[in-house]
């Protein structure tokens, strides 16, 4: 396997390694820099995902779905439920609203 240049590798994991199952197999790699070059692909693919659901001519692919499990490979099971395509790009819904108890005026 030829040595890759990790600076492009986490500026366009896409173009680096094709599918995210690629970037699994480069033995090269620490498992922190696996995890960074598929969260930075994660985010491509989550905007290509918003893209699509706005109406946007964008081709539709399996590759978010492809990430995630690459990613639950590495990092454990990922909860889907809080991490779908969004425009807070998979930030759960908890960290985007208050809770009640925080909310001003809340009984503690």
């Known amino acids: 396997m030829a040595t890759i240049d990790l600076e492009e590798a986490l500026n366009d994991p896409a173009s680096i ?44 692919t399996d590759v978010l779905r492809q990430v995630l499990v690459a990613l639950a490979t590495l990092t ?9 395509p969004s425009k807070q790009h998979s930030q759960p819904r908890s960290s985007v609203t208050v809770s009640k108890s925080d909310r001003p005026g809340a009984k503690r």
């Open 17 to 60: 390694f094709g599918q995210p199952k690629n970037v699994l197999a480069r033995t090269t790699l620490s498992k922190e820099q696996k995890i960074e070059i598929l969260r930075r692909r994660l985010y491509n693919a989550e905007e290509e995902a918003v893209a699509l659901d706005e109406g946007m001519s964008v081709e539709e």
């Open 76 to 84: 454990g099971p990922i909860d889907v439920q809080h991490c779908a």
